[in-house]
């Protein structure tokens, strides 16, 4: 895939998360989409599917007011784009403010570095798991760290 075209995939990919418009999910989500939060303390489950992945948007829209994600800049970097993000939302329950910058690596396409013979130079630990990194991670090659993004 062309590195430009990668910027406008995770662009896509973050407009449908800021806007919550699940008309587009079609074409923004594999019908296979698969978030594994199985590992984490609170309500541990396994949502596949586009109808369960809105569950877990929902829950953490129910958690904050005014819960918003913005894009800061995209970078190209190849194969990844590097996505600067700023997450604010006030605590439902607390009525506390909140922001955070976040940094994603955004990899599209194969991910060579999760190739064993690289098993001694690095360890990959990834918050979400795509079709070219569940192999590593099943095989104890990767890890997956879960998240609860509320």
Not at 58 to 81: E, Y
Not at 123 to 138: D, K, L, Q, W
Request: glycine share 6%; with cysteine.
């Amino acid at each position: 895939m062309m590195s430009q075209e990668n910027v406008e995939v995770v662009r896509r990919c973050l407009e449908f998360w800021a806007n919550r418009d699940w008309s587009v999910a079609p074409e923004s989500l594999d019908p296979s989409v698969e978030f594994d939060l199985s590992r984490r303390v609170f309500n541990p489950a396994v949502y596949r599917g586009i109808a369960e992945v809105e569950q877990v948007v929902s829950g953490a829209d129910a958690a904050w007011d005014n819960f918003r994600v913005t894009t800061d800049d995209l970078i190209d970097a190849g194969d990844r784009v590097l996505a600067a993000l700023t997450i604010k939302g006030k605590g439902r329950e607390s009525g506390i403010d909140v922001s955070m910058q976040v940094f994603q690596v955004w990899t599209l396409g194969v991910a060579p570095y999760t190739h064993e013979k690289f098993k001694r130079n690095f360890r990959h630990n990834s918050f979400f798991i795509g079709r070219h990194t569940r192999e590593a991670v099943n095989r104890g090659l990767a890890d997956y760290t879960p998240i609860f993004l509320s």
